[in-house]
């Protein structure tokens, strides 16, 4: 060993470890810090074994902090081959392909090769699906794999090098970048980035009408209001269509339909497809949509209990500023965002819990209906915590403050302590006056500060943290070295020519996962608030053009360099998501047309509030406003279906070809199963003769390339299983003891 290190350049080799995953596809994050050593050793033999069942080659290295690292790919060609190709047959049996694949599998492959994402998809599906499926059945952190801490893809290190580069050079994203980031993260954060690429392209326009709105026809301007809420309109039936031809072109529309099961789904019954013959597991709908009519007590709960506690404290801080006039005043107008910034983030957890416990109760089949459910409810909690603080202000504190304000008197408590005379907390019973300014200020708050607060804690935040946390571990590991005590080091058996890359692999297993619902919950939020409030303050279009610039370089630094390489899932639009923005613009023609009627023009009083109110008015202008926006919204959508699409042309194309070439070729299903019968059925079992013949191959063409040297250190199903559980025995909680024992 110590001859290797000598001629080994740490120079050459940090390179090459940004530079080549060795060809790993997944790497398993095996921990058993709270595991007994027999136990642990059995699950990770049983580990192995199931994925060496289903045809996947596997190596172990040490890992950090009592775990293991089990290194996976798939083992040949041949079965990645025949995997990719049962599923576009799978794709063209559900209608998601209109054409059906070449009959002669490798030139299927050939005329349409096989894409990262689409590799490592299947790959993962490999390691996930049931065992009834063809899949391993690994579930992490579930069931009896609750010792699988996480499964993860690498970094391709030099692709994010250069697609964060190409990024910060330009100012639009075109076809090509979304093809790449296609092919390299799969379809769902695709569609992410064409999503904020489109907003962001949207957003030039009221940008500019914002800006010019705001010199001219100032707040509350009913012209802007119109123009607005016809923005918001034409921008999400273009981005239906736009949707739609991204699906076509990419190749995945309706691709919903081949849905994943979830493992945890819970059938009551098992029955016969009449017209299939398929066995499906089946849930009584009426028992599910019992437990969906949950959803409505838990949304009137969540609203009480937020609701509650943003209107508490927005009284608090009405009271501090608008009544108390005691010592400490500018320090005491914080208490209530201390209170919220304290006790929200705690009640939001314990309610997004809840929600998740909720879901998971409704016993969903798929993942796609499962995950659709929880954004529901998320996004209900989104909506209180995001709209309701501004809410309260124009349609409460502005028109109601002087009947409200002298009730306030409850709130003497929280400043009690500081007031050196009961004058001091008493609201005047004459000369009040309401602060309108404060809805604008509010608003600012939302669309400047906040986005600027959330890009802090979404990016720099996790970066200096993960940096710190690095650093401190680095320095307790040269602390522990040097006094000769503690665990072994996880780098002590590394090979020299890997060890910069497992250091890599180790630092990528501490990293989170990327949620892209995140990024799209705080974009429909953010266009929450300029459908809604933007006619307070024009310039709200401005903030969110220049934010939205930093935002999508951001969010791919975020996915790039703060967390785990994400699983490349298929998708065919944005999901629910789509029927949230088009809620938020109906109701921003609803609250734009009250915000004009109570405050356009001169409407202020002398006191601040809005004067010769009439509830009839308000509710016609609401009314009408309203049903002029779903006239236009119908207008708009049948204008934007008369326009043709590169992809709904290629669609077309596609089934002309099917219907010229239906008479020439069979197309049958018998024919498409039968090429892709070269590969395997229920997976390719990894055999000592196999290793064996490839050690072989491999030593008469010479040394081989540092990726198949990683692949032959452990030749074999009983080799890998024996390192890991030596592995094991060294950093396992109780191997010490049994040590001193024998001893």
């Not at 904020?196 to 012209?223: E, K, V």
């Not at 734009?592 to 202020?604: E, H, K, N």
């Not at 990726?707 to 592995?727: D, H, N, V």
Request: a neutral charge.
């Amino acid at each position: 060993m110590a001859s290797l290190k000598s001629l080994y350049d740490p120079k050459a080799d940090l390179e090459s470890a940004l530079h080549t995953n060795f060809d790993v596809d997944y790497v398993i994050d095996y921990r058993f810090a709270t595991t007994p050593k027999p136990q642990a050793e059995a699950q990770f033999v049983k580990l192995i074994k199931a994925l060496n069942d289903v045809g996947l080659a596997t190596e172990v290295r040490n890992g950090d902090n009592c775990a293991v690292l089990v290194f996976v790919k798939v083992a040949s060609d041949r079965h990645l081959n025949a995997e990719v190709y049962r599923s576009r047959v799978q794709d063209w049996l559900y209608g998601v392909r209109s054409a059906a694949p070449e009959k002669e599998m490798q030139k299927n492959l050939n005329d349409e090769p096989v894409t990262e994402a689409e590799r490592l998809r299947l790959a993962y599906l490999l390691i996930t699906k049931p065992k009834n499926e063809g899949g391993a059945g690994i579930t992490p952190k579930s069931g009896e794999w609750k010792g699988v801490e996480s499964i993860f893809a690498l970094h391709d290190h030099a692709f994010n090098k250069r697609w964060i580069k190409e990024l910060s050079s330009k100012y639009f994203l075109n076809a090509k970048d979304l093809i790449e980031i296609r092919d390299t993260f799969g379809e769902k954060i695709a569609f992410y980035f064409a999503f904020l690429q489109s907003y962001f392209m949207f957003l030039i326009f009221p940008a500019g009408f914002g800006a010019c709105a705001w010199l001219l026809l100032g707040q509350f301007s009913p012209l802007y209001a119109i123009i607005n809420a016809l923005w918001g309109i034409v921008f999400i039936e273009y981005w239906k269509k736009q949707e739609t031809d991204l699906a076509v072109q990419w190749g995945v529309r309706g691709v919903s339909k081949i849905q994943h099961k979830r493992p945890e789904f819970k059938h009551e019954s098992v029955v016969t497809d009449p017209i299939t013959g398929e066995e499906l597991k089946v849930y009584s709908p009426i028992k599910r949509l019992a437990r969906q009519l949950l959803q409505v007590p838990f949304a009137i709960a969540a609203a009480s209990v937020l609701g509650s506690l943003i209107a508490g404290c927005f009284a608090i801080e009405i009271f501090i500023s608008e009544v108390y006039d005691g010592p400490f005043k500018a320090y005491l107008t914080f208490l209530p965002t201390v209170i919220l910034t304290t006790v929200m983030p705690t009640l939001s957890a314990l309610l997004t819990g809840f929600a998740r416990k909720l879901t998971d109760l409704e016993n969903y089949e798929t993942q796609d209906s499962h995950e659709a459910a929880m954004i529901q409810k998320i996004f209900v909690l989104n909506f209180i915590t995001s709209y309701l603080p501004i809410f309260l202000t124009a349609f409460v504190y502005v028109p109601f403050a002087t009947v409200i304000v002298p009730h306030l008197d409850v709130f003497q408590l929280a400043v009690r302590p500081f007031a050196e005379n009961e004058k001091q907390m008493t609201a005047p019973k004459v000369g009040f006056q309401i602060n309108p300014d404060r809805l604008k200020k509010q608003v600012i708050y939302f669309t400047v500060t906040a986005q600027i607060v959330n890009f802090a804690l979404e990016v720099i935040v996790p970066y200096v943290k993960r940096s710190f946390f690095r650093k401190v571990k680095e320095v307790q590991a040269d602390r522990a070295a040097k006094k000769g005590g503690g665990a072994s080091s996880p780098t002590a058996d590394d090979h020299p020519e890997e060890s910069s890359f497992l250091v890599r692999v180790r630092n990528e297993a501490e990293l989170g996962a990327y949620d892209v619902t995140s990024d799209f919950r705080e974009m429909v939020v953010q266009f929450g608030y300029l459908s809604l409030f933007s006619v307070v303050w024009p310039l709200t279009g401005v903030s969110f053009f220049i934010n939205n610039w930093i935002e999508l370089r951001g969010d791919a630094l975020k996915i790039a360099l703060e967390t785990q390489r994400p699983v490349p899932w298929r998708a065919d639009s944005i999901g629910p998501w789509l029927e949230s923005l088009g809620f938020l613009s109906w109701l921003g023609s609803l609250t734009s047309a009250a915000l004009v009627y109570l405050f356009s023009g001169d409407g202020l009083g002398p006191d601040g509030t809005p004067w010769n109110i009439k509830a009839w008015g308000l509710l016609l202008a609401m009314f009408f406003s309203e049903h002029i926006y779903l006239g236009v919204k119908i207008a708009v959508r049948t204008a934007l279906s008369k326009i043709d699409s590169p992809g709904l042309q290629k669609e077309r194309g596609e089934r002309f070809i099917v219907r010229k070439q239906f008479i020439e070729e069979s197309m049958g299903v018998d024919a498409a199963e039968k090429a892709a019968a070269g590969g395997i059925a229920a997976g390719e079992k990894i055999s000592k003769s196999t290793l064996e013949e490839e050690a072989k191959e491999s030593t008469l063409k010479g040394h081989g390339t540092p990726e198949e040297k990683f692949w032959q250190r452990q030749p074999g199903q009983a080799e890998t299983i024996a390192i890991g559980k030596s592995y094991i025995a060294k950093a396992a909680p109780n191997a010490t003891k049994e040590t001193k024992k024998e001893l």
